[in-house]
């Protein structure tokens, strides 16, 4: 059994702990005025936007030694929705991962739409998290929390892989902004 | 009725072939001897491995003045595995389009495996095409070949969005690289 501590209340924030609870794992969950409560999960999930993820480093350097922590944001430039706000040869993920060295730092769940995180289901294919990361044990946490909810879970490689997980992102939220796919579908895998 | 010129007779050459066929629309194949032979479509498809595009262009630049010009290539570096060869803020399709400077490139096909193409369906989603470009019409025009053959086509936006289409590429050849996906599967899209 695993202890999940979620950062963040918006609706992917809500629809991972959902998953989690599903799947016989524990949860607490962080709104940004419970700075004072530390964090108690091996897992931490850093379910904010990406402009609010270097306060909840430079609040929880100290509480995140050593755990999994999940990057699951999406760097959008949302003032334009034409470029991600990290360089292009990078990624987020690996900003946090740098900011954390002694973090296992993995990303997951931004290439999934909440609604198919609550449904387990996108289309009619078995809703699939992605991950990322350059520890196994980590990964392998995190998938064992996503599998005990009945979704899957796709090892997507090394930390490095986050950028192209961030492209995927990207495009997904660009063309549900256009109206092409469903806020409620996206990308499926096709196993 | 769209008329399309295919260059090259692999896997992906012979599938597309056989959607723009499927349509009703017409089509003719070049191998790479028939460097003598002029192509006569007003779509040309180069359905070649990124390494093999310069070449074509260098043969055919004039030919493919003001044609839509659709690049399939995922410019993976398959030496690692672990990179694109082209610049991480870039694209092989603006590489193409800064090459043929009077063509409308379009980037197309390259996030459909082959058997996907065929099948008409992935999973049990109809195969969907993303297709980018900076011409409306020449997306509307291969969009109507797509169509016409029973698959889907969703305008993923400018040219630009050919780096996140490349990245989409790369992202689904390691997972199938990696037995994660299937080669007869990958990403559907939900609408």
């Known amino acids: 059994m695993a202890h999940v501590s979620i950062i963040g209340t918006g609706n992917m924030g809500a629809a991972i702990a959902n998953l989690v609870t599903k799947g016989g794992n524990t949860v607490e ?7 004072a409560k530390p964090v108690t999960g091996e897992i931490v999930v850093l379910a904010v936007p990406h402009a609010a993820v270097a306060g909840i480093i430079a609040e929880r350097a100290g509480q995140l030694a050593g755990k999994v922590v999940v990057d699951i944001t999406n760097p959008v ?3 334009t929705f034409d470029d991600l706000v990290v360089p ?4 987020a993920a690996a900003g946090i991962a740098s900011a954390l060295p002694t973090a296992r730092v993995v990303k997951a769940f931004n290439t999934n739409f909440a ?7 996108n289309g009619t294919e078995p809703t699939t998290v992605l991950i990322a990361g350059d520890d196994a044990d980590a990964k392998a946490l995190l998938a064992g929390v996503v599998t005990a909810a009945g979704l899957r879970a796709v090892d997507a490689g090394a930390l490095k892989r986050a950028r192209e997980l961030e492209s995927l992102g ?3 939220i660009g063309l549900a902004a256009a109206e092409k796919v469903s806020w409620t579908g ?4 096709v196993a």
Not at 29 to 35: A, I, M, Y
Not at 88 to 91: I, N
Not at 186 to 189: I, Q, R
């Open 170 to 172: 990207f495009l997904q």
């Open 29 to 35: 969950t962080f709104t940004s005025s419970d700075v």
């Open 77 to 79: 430039d949302f003032a």
């Open 115 to 121: 609604g198919t995180l609550v449904a387990g289901t």
């Open 88 to 91: 292009a040869d990078s990624s």
């Open 186 to 189: 996206g990308f499926a895998v």
